[in-house]
């Protein structure tokens, strides 16, 4: 699965939830936070994305997705916000 298209898929459930906030002691709270963790984190990423959604933080930058270094560090985003070693896609 490509990164924009789970970012798009994400975005989408992130704004539903962010309507609707639950406590924090709540799974879907947790689940909340975990989603904006991972569409905060993940924006350096697709720059293009970003923008689109209206985040200026990142016009100045283009992804260079064929990179080793941008590679290693999807993967570490990845594995990170899961909290475990293994990626979670």
Do not use: W
């Not at 704004?15 to 975990?34: D, F, H």
């Not at 994305?49 to 999807?74: C, M, P």
Request: glycine residues 4%; charged residues 20%; contains cysteine.
């Amino acid at each position: 699965m490509e990164l924009e298209t789970l970012l798009n898929g994400l975005t989408k459930y992130y704004y539903q939830l962010r309507n609707n906030p639950a406590s924090a002691q709540t799974p879907k709270a947790q689940l909340y936070q975990l989603f904006d963790r991972y569409y905060q984190e993940s924006l350096p990423f697709d720059p293009f994305t970003a923008t689109f959604l209206g985040d200026h933080r990142f016009d100045d930058q283009v992804a260079n997705t064929i990179s080793e270094q941008y590679l290693q560090k999807n993967m570490l985003l990845t594995g990170n916000i899961s909290g475990c070693s293994k990626p979670l896609f």
